[in-house]
T-cell receptor
């Protein structure tokens, strides 16, 4: 069974700080997605990474896929209160699995 | 292009009843997946339908079932509701699940009393 772990589970930071959240697995995925979910809403797709070592940037967000396609990281530069939410990673492989999420709170 | 829609948004049922939830995917998407989200268990995969056929199924009891129609709209049914079925039920559409990119609806918040 493919599983994804995310760390940290919770993160509370001040506006303007940088942060990195991690998504790890012992399994190889053909692609990995990052989503952000706000309370009472469905997850919103942020990015898909496919190639090992791939780096994608979305404004202040930088996503990296590990060389072995087993892990990924999300780095946010100069976090803003609007970045607050639950960040989920998900992997497509034998099945489609979600990590438990990192709950981020950015305080003004 | 219209997004994924789910109806109803909120639902309150009592134990033992059954419920049907509906999902309309993005136009052109043939894959519809259903997920249960709870604070303790996170997002758990229920099942995926592609062109009216169930292709993948998660580890849920037979009380949870679904179907997909020829227009790709999907319904999910839960029979003999239990208190533990209280959750946010999310529907996601994609061109194909194995491609990875899924687009979620706003969810149906089910409360079982």
């Amino acid at each position: 069974t493919q599983l994804l772990e995310q760390s940290p589970q919770f993160l509370s930071i001040q506006e303007g700080e940088n942060l990195t959240v991690y998504c790890n697995s012992s399994s190889v995925f053909s692609s990995l997605q990052w989503y952000r979910q706000e309370p009472g809403e469905g997850p919103v797709l942020l990015v898909t990474v496919v190639t090992g070592g791939e780096v994608k940037k979305l404004k202040r967000l930088t996503f990296q896929f590990g060389d072995a396609r087993k892990d990924s990281s999300l780095h946010i530069t100069a976090a803003q209160p609007g970045d607050t939410g639950l960040y989920l990673c998900a992997g497509a492989g034998q099945n489609f699995v979600f990590g438990p999420g990192t709950r981020l709170s950015v305080l003004p | 292009k219209a997004g994924v829609t789910q109806t109803p948004r909120y639902l309150i049922k009592t134990r033992g009843q059954q419920v049907t939830l509906s999902c309309s995917p993005i136009s052109g998407h043939r894959s519809v997946s259903w997920y249960q989200q709870t604070p303790g268990q996170g997002l758990q995969f229920l099942f995926e339908y592609f062109s009216e056929t169930q292709r993948n199924k998660g580890n849920f009891p037979g009380r949870f079932s679904g179907r997909q129609f020829s227009n790709s709209r999907s319904e999910m049914n839960v029979s003999t509701l239990e208190l533990g079925d209280s959750a946010l039920y999310l529907c996601a559409s994609s061109l194909a699940l194995e491609l990875g990119e899924q687009y979620f609806g706003p969810g149906t918040r089910l409360t079982v009393t």
